[in-house]
């Protein structure tokens, strides 16, 4: 069934701390107060009203940014009572929020349960207390675990939002993150490398020398083993990246870090293409290759501008000579003739 999610943001309300990569407002193009009860009405209604909206979809609404739980209770019921004439006409199936995993009042959350929240994401970000506590987050690595299983407890399923390449975060512990995330067994899983971003503490740490981010390559590699991972567990990865937005495109606005438009195209279409190499037997070294793929994987294959082909020749030290489609091979899946 295909998933159809109407975002609300409500960035920078009620963080209880200000992380040191944190720009919510330019993020998400939003920076203006609490949408009033019926702007929400306005957004939804347009929604349905939309050549995407399908009835029969999973259709949901989701409230993004800030820390929602740490909002007034009755600020709460207004935002969520406001979308409550669309589920009960059966328009959405429920509604997804993001927040803190320390700040879950056994108030709020059922509040949250009676209103229709389905689905809470933790913005874990990583799993390693030197690295939460590099980046000013304020909450550890037992308030997700302990979190997790208290939304569990009340009936809510439950995403982790992680960010590869925060301060002090090596690739032993990103992997560390992302073992003690499996044993967690999230519902979905979000995956945002960090990016240096103007007006943050993190741009400044940048500027002193004290913080390198990951580079691009970098962060898809880490990212791809990371995906692997989860979806070899049954765990679906939901976004990969920053949404962009306009205030987000503007020269300047990232300063520095894995930052692409199209992320989540080139972690994939790396797993694709490790998936041939693992599928290659024998050495092929100095040889020409053929390969074959489904329609659909053809861009997975290519990569972003031809590096995909680039990747895989520099890895296997062969050539390739030739890319054609054919619909009679898996999706997913390659024919690699050597000649």
């Known amino acids: 069934m295909k998933r159809f999610i109407v975002p609300i943001f409500i960035p920078n309300l009620s963080c209880p701390t200000r992380c040191v990569f944190c720009d919510q407002g330019l993020i998400t193009s939003e920076r203006s107060r609490l949408p009033a009860p ?10 349905v009203g939309s050549r995407s909206y399908r009835k029969e979809n999973e259709n949901q609404v989701a409230f993004y940014g800030g820390t929602f739980t740490g909002l007034g209770t009755e600020r709460i019921r207004a935002l ?3 979308v409550s004439p669309f589920l009960k006409r059966g328009l959405f199936k429920g509604i997804r929020v993001s927040t803190r995993p320390d700040m879950l009042s056994d108030e709020k959350l059922e509040l949250m349960r009676c209103c229709g929240v389905k689905l809470v994401e933790l913005g874990a970000q990583a799993m390693d ?5 590099a980046s000013n987050r304020g909450h ?3 308030d997700t675990v302990e979190g997790l299983r208290k939304l569990r407890d009340k009936g809510f399923s439950v995403g982790i939002q992680l960010m590869p390449g925060l301060p002090r975060e090596t690739e032993d512990s990103f992997k560390q993150t992302i073992r003690k995330t499996l044993e967690l067994r999230p519902d979905c899983v979000r995956l945002y490398p960090t990016v240096v971003i103007q007006g943050t503490e993190l741009a400044r740490l940048y500027r002193q020398g004290v913080y390198k981010p990951l580079g691009l390559d970098e962060a898809v590699e880490r990212c791809a083993w990371a995906v692997r991972k989860f979806e070899g567990a049954g765990i679906p990865v939901i976004r990969i990246g920053l949404m962009s937005s306009q205030s987000l495109m503007r020269d300047g606005s990232v300063v520095a870090g894995p930052w692409h438009p199209s992320l989540g195209h080139l972690v994939r279409a790396r797993i694709f293409q490790k998936k041939i190499l693992d599928s290659i037997l024998g050495a092929v ?6 390969l074959s793929v489904h329609p659909n994987d053809i861009s997975f294959l290519k990569g972003f501008k031809g590096q995909g082909a680039r990747y895989l020749e520099s ?18 899946e390659a024919r690699v003739q050597v000649i």
């Open 38 to 47: 019926e702007q929400i009405k306005e957004i939804l209604s347009q929604a």
């Open 80 to 82: 969520l009572e406001a």
């Open 129 to 133: 207390d030197e690295v939460l506590e």
């Open 140 to 142: 550890t690595v037992k």
């Open 285 to 290: 070294k100095g040889k020409q290759l053929l």
């Open 315 to 332: 890895s296997l030290g062969a050539e390739i000579v030739s890319v054609t489609i054919d619909k009679a091979i898996g999706q997913g």
